[in-house]
């Protein structure tokens, strides 16, 4: 597990700063897409395919 924040692949932000176009790394979906613990954006059933959590976003 990352001892800070999560932050986006693309430009090292977290979430709630990242302006990036955000759309699914797995089917290029663009709603509810939410970055996760692995640095990239996933919509819901992609995540729950995948099996990956979302990134902690408490801490803004």
Do not use: F, S, W
Request: net charge negative; aromatic share 6%.
């Amino acid at each position: 597990m990352p001892a800070g924040p999560v932050l986006c692949a693309q430009c090292d932000k977290p979430e709630y700063q990242c302006t990036c176009e955000k759309y699914c790394t797995i089917c290029k979906g663009m709603e509810n897409v939410r970055l996760c613990m692995d640095g990239l954006y996933y919509c819901p059933d992609c995540r729950e395919a995948c099996d990956v959590t979302l990134a902690d976003t408490r801490g803004h």
